[in-house]
């Protein structure tokens, strides 16, 4: 997918805009030196204005896609590239892969390239791949960052270093080095929960200077701090937790990268539509219709485990095999899914 030139200021930029689909209220379904700065990944999408003058550099809706494996427990690419043209089909206009979503704790360096590789030739005309590369080793997440240029991707997420816990200084060092790393757009993932270290608002700004830092996906759980950031810089922030989707909206996301994506990416996209329109009560009838989905795969158990399972479900994968430590979902809780899933509108 091409990318197209954009200078990282505090002008409106090249924005996004998704068609606005039909939708329905209720639980039913919805119809330094540095090599040249980063660009907002193009190609299917239109750059027409968006949200209050801020680049959208990635699209609206992304899905942190999980990584499909055989009953052997073996990466499945045929079930990668299936999945990534559903998924693309839904309403996603770009996909996460080798997230923790993806399960990349537990898959290897060459596996984490032919899965690029895959969702790239599957879909890599029709949507943004975005490949996560982050870990808790510089030296590593630079390797992975050049892997997953060679690969195809279009973008990097890279997530803060966990369990080392570096202070502010390593975090601003770790992440300009990556950014520095290829001329790929980087996305930073903010999630202390996981990590166990926030980004600091005053080294978040501090990032956002980088020209190939060009957005946040963020699951830090506080709307303020990402208020004052957007207040005081260009920085596109994508809402890395569902249950905030909408709000973080208001305080001026551009988008979601989420994990019930996998079920609800046509509503997440014509909520946004909604919002951006100024129809706020359509925008939260679709949250709201969202709202069995998140609650049975983001609060029930482990996302990916449980996002797995709804796919099986809904007869996207044939199979729900997961990578220990994550144990597939049991027969118990897929019924209760299933239930659910009903209840929403989506079985």
């Excluded at 996981?194 to 956002?208: F, K």
């Excluded at 957007?230 to 569902?242: C, E």
């Excluded at 951006?276 to 609060?299: F, H, K, N, Q, W």
């Amino acid at each position: 997918m091409p990318l197209a030139p954009h200078a990282r200021t505090s002008r409106p930029g090249p924005h996004v805009v998704l068609p606005p689909g039909a939708v329905a209220v209720g639980w039913g379904p919805v119809t330094t030196p540095t090599p040249e700065p980063a660009r907002p990944v193009v190609g299917r999408l239109p750059q027409q204005a968006a949200t209050a003058g801020r680049p959208a550099p990635l699209g609206r809706t992304l899905t942190a896609m999980v990584t499909p494996f055989t009953p052997e427990g073996a990466l499945d690419l045929d079930a990668a590239a299936a999945l990534a043209k559903h998924l693309v089909d839904l309403g996603n206009d770009g996909l996460v892969v080798n997230g923790t979503t993806g399960e990349s704790p537990t898959t290897s360096d060459e596996e984490k390239a032919g899965l690029v590789r895959a969702v790239v030739e599957a879909v890599g005309e029709r949507a943004v791949v975005v490949a996560g590369v982050g870990t808790n080793d510089t030296a590593h997440t630079v390797e992975l960052a050049h892997q997953a240029q060679r690969a195809g991707a279009h973008a990097l997420l890279v997530v803060t270093p966990y369990y080392n816990k570096p202070p502010q200084s390593g975090l601003l060092a770790h992440f300009r080095a990556v950014a520095d790393a290829t001329d790929l757009p980087v996305v930073l993932y903010d999630i202390p929960g996981r990590s166990g270290v926030p980004i600091a608002t005053q080294t978040m700004l501090r990032l956002a200077e980088h020209p190939r830092i060009v957005a946040n996906k963020d699951a830090k759980g506080d709307l303020f701090a990402a208020a004052q950031v957007m207040a005081a810089s260009d920085l596109a922030y994508y809402s890395g937790d569902d249950a905030l989707n909408l709000p973080l909206l208001s305080v001026g996301a551009v988008g979601v990268v989420s994990v019930t994506g996998h079920v609800v990416a046509d509503r997440h996209r014509d909520m946004i539509a909604a919002y951006d329109a100024g129809d706020v009560a359509r925008a939260r009838a679709l949250a709201y219709s969202t709202v069995p989905a998140t609650v049975e795969i983001m609060t029930r158990g482990q996302g990916a485990v449980m996002a797995k399972a709804a796919l099986q479900l809904m007869g996207v994968l044939t199979h729900r095999t997961t990578r220990l430590p994550l144990p597939e979902a049991t027969d118990e809780e897929v019924a209760v899914l299933s239930a659910g899933l009903q209840a929403a509108g989506l079985l």
